[in-house]
């Protein structure tokens, strides 16, 4: 069974950058699309961005030009590079495989001065 592990989150101020990464312990074959989704206290978890194993994107709109998902299939890593960081994008982000029940464990961003 796959594992997903998340890395890279902290504390940073307004308008600076944070890159995020998901390692999956097992090989991910075939057709899939990882993505990234993010959660704050009381509110529902929410997408962020998704990319399929062929390299399509897809972004929240809130995120659009100023995040980046990426993926290395060699490594199982998915990436998400967060750049001109706002307060309001602080929560915990998880990686997640979609259309299956496999979710890492989440690491805290918070965007603060």
């Known amino acids: 069974q796959v594992q997903l592990v998340e890395s890279g989150g902290g504390l940073v101020q307004p308008g600076g950058s944070l890159r995020l990464s998901c390692a999956a312990s097992g090989r991910i074959v075939g057709i899939n699309i990882m993505g990234w989704y993010r959660q704050t206290p009381g509110k529902e978890r929410e997408l962020v961005a998704t990319?399929?194993?062929?390299?399509?994107?897809n972004y929240a709109d809130s995120v659009k030009g100023r995040f980046t998902i990426s993926r290395d299939n060699a490594k199982n890593t998915v990436y998400l590079q967060m750049n001109s960081l706002k307060p309001e994008d602080t929560a915990v982000y998880y990686c997640h495989l979609l259309y299956t029940t496999t979710w890492g464990q989440g690491t805290q961003v918070t965007v603060s001065s």
């Open positions: 990319i399929s194993n062929g390299g399509s994107t």
